[in-house]
């Protein structure tokens, strides 16, 4: 368990850092220059014609630093959320694979319980440390030790009990960011109404550009960060109803496959 966690650290930092670089790359190279050269033609063409309304471009919406940091952080929690999911796919294929090859109507009396053990022992560690291999071979353990099918099924349920708490403490990270991304916007709006209001003395003279651009900052960081909140929400949700459900089809099985086939007499 200490190398799953220290790999999932590993690619959580790299996620970061990747996602860092990439992002402020493509602000580089297109997001500003772009964003720039859109604002000084609106500038031109509004000296020439003082009724000319400038359009909004992507790139003009998405030049701030807040825009940028909470792109970053989307991605950075959508490469998370792609490593949760595969998690469970590989979670899922061991929930339907056949771990204790038992015949229909066969009973797992208590002394067989160690040679069905040593099948799931057999697995490779990373394989064995999945959710269904450790729930049943804490079943078997404690059946075989105990030969009360209770005591079997309150371990087993015990198990999936802690993993549906680890999984949603896992999730912290993902809630942090959720939070911190309208947060961002929110400071976006801060600083560009603190902009607006510090070339509020060139409106008087009739040059209301300052003034506009600072509430361009406060409400373009605004939008984009709601939006991306919006959007975070529902694929933290969408993961964690695949979470819970998965943890719920294991004590399915468990009931279905396992629990129900001990006997603890012959």
């Known amino acids: 368990m200490n190398k799953k966690s220290t790999s999932e650290f590993f690619f959580t930092i790299v996620a970061l850092l990747i996602s860092i670089v990439v992002v402020h790359t493509v602000y580089v190279l297109h997001v500003r220059p772009v964003a720039e ?3 000084q033609a609106d500038r031109e063409r509004m000296k020439i014609d003082p009724n000319y309304v400038p359009q909004r471009s992507i790139e003009v919406v998405l030049k701030d630093y807040e825009q940028e940091a909470t792109i970053i952080l989307m991605l950075w929690a959508m490469a998370i959320m792609a490593y949760m999911a595969k ?3 590989k979670e899922q294929e061991a929930l339907y694979a056949d771990l204790l090859r038992l015949p229909d109507g066969m009973k797992i009396l208590p002394e067989d319980t160690r040679e069905y053990a040593r099948q799931i022992e057999g697995l490779l560690g ?14 078997l353990a404690r059946f075989g030790a105990t030969r009360n ?3 079997a099924s309150t371990v087993a ?8 708490d680890r999984l949603d403490s896992e999730l912290s990270m993902l809630r ?9 916007g929110f400071i976006g709006t801060v600083r560009g109404i603190g902009d607006a209001l510090s070339q509020a003395h060139k409106a008087v003279t009739g040059d209301i550009s300052g003034v506009t651009e600072g509430l361009g900052v406060a409400f373009n960081s605004t939008l984009i960060a709601l939006l991306l909140s919006i959007l975070l929400m529902f694929l933290l949700q969408q993961l964690q109803r ?3 459900r998965r943890v719920l089809d294991t004590e399915t099985w468990l009931d279905q496959k396992v629990i129900r086939n001990l006997q603890a007499r012959g």
């Open 149 to 151: 099918v209770q005591d």
């Open 126 to 139: 990373e394989t064995r440390q999945l959710l269904a291999p450790r729930a049943l071979l804490g079943a």
């Open 157 to 164: 349920h015990g198990i999936c009990q802690s993993e549906a």
């Open 37 to 39: 050269a859109t604002l």
């Open 87 to 89: 998690a469970n796919i």
């Open 176 to 184: 942090y960011i959720a939070w911190a991304i309208p947060a961002i």
């Open 242 to 244: 695949v979470q819970e």
